[in-house]
């Protein structure tokens, strides 16, 4: 059980509103008090929610950081994708669907195929069809260890739409007199994490980015300070005892 806790660290650190962040955690207590009592065909239940949850949120960084792409790649879908005002709203599309905009990515059909048979799996047990699949440990935690799999491939695919969204926030936040927070703190929570659902996985490629490459920037003492405050606050570097 202890490896399924590594989801966390893909699922937004902050939340535009506290509706938002009390549903994750119902769905972590729905998954741990499951699993704790041996329901294990409903803790893979909760656990898929988490993950489909990952995966709107990935969307949605799509919409926010590459707005013209989105909309070509989002043709023909659910008419949500237009209108969405939250990375949920995307649940309204078909789920198997969904997970072929992460072509966008560059992740090939192979990957989306088995993306959509977890969904596949996920279907298969909440109808009443009189089987349960998830009986032991071993068979939820063999789909937890499959769930995280496919998270990593998928946020390492979305390292340069990332980046592309850390650096064009550098970029837009250099002037004190011009950015919505003069407090660094407060423009990084709402403009960069908020706005845009990073996680703490989403943090470690902003916290890789090379700010040389904004050296000509006009304010680049302030990128550096911006920088550095990210860096402060949310590294997850372990400090070696000596």
Not at 146 to 165: G, N, P, T, Y
Not at 217 to 232: D, V
Request: net charge negative.
């Amino acid at each position: 059980m202890e490896e399924s806790f590594e989801l966390s660290n893909y699922l937004p650190i902050r939340f535009k509103n506290q509706n938002e962040e009390e549903y994750i955690e119902f769905l972590w207590d729905s998954f741990k008090s499951n699993y704790q009592n041996d329901k294990y065909q409903f803790s893979f239940i909760a656990y898929h929610m988490l993950f489909m949850s990952f995966v709107y949120f990935n969307v949605w960084q799509i919409k926010k950081i590459h707005k013209e792409d989105f909309e070509k790649i989002t043709l023909g879908f659910h008419t949500c994708f237009e209108s969405a005002t939250s990375p949920f709203t995307f649940s309204q599309e078909q789920e198997r669907r969904i997970f072929t905009l992460f072509r966008f990515f560059g992740l090939g059909k192979e990957k989306i195929g088995q993306y959509k048979k977890i969904v596949d799996a996920r279907n298969d047990v909440v109808h009443s069809n009189g089987h349960i699949y998830y009986n032991t440990q071993d068979t939820v935690d063999d789909k937890i260890t499959e769930i995280l799999r496919f998270s990593e491939e998928i946020q390492q695919h979305s390292k340069s739409a990332i980046q592309d969204c850390f650096e064009r926030f550098l970029i837009e936040s250099q002037n004190e007199d011009d950015r919505r927070y003069i407090n660094v703190q407060e423009q990084i929570n709402e403009e960069l994490i908020h706005e845009h659902y990073l996680s703490q996985k989403d943090l470690e490629f902003c916290l890789e980015y090379d700010i040389i490459k904004l050296s000509e920037q006009p304010n680049y003492a302030e990128i550096e300070k911006i920088f550095e405050e990210l860096k402060n606050e949310y590294s997850q570097e372990e400090t070696v005892a000596t």
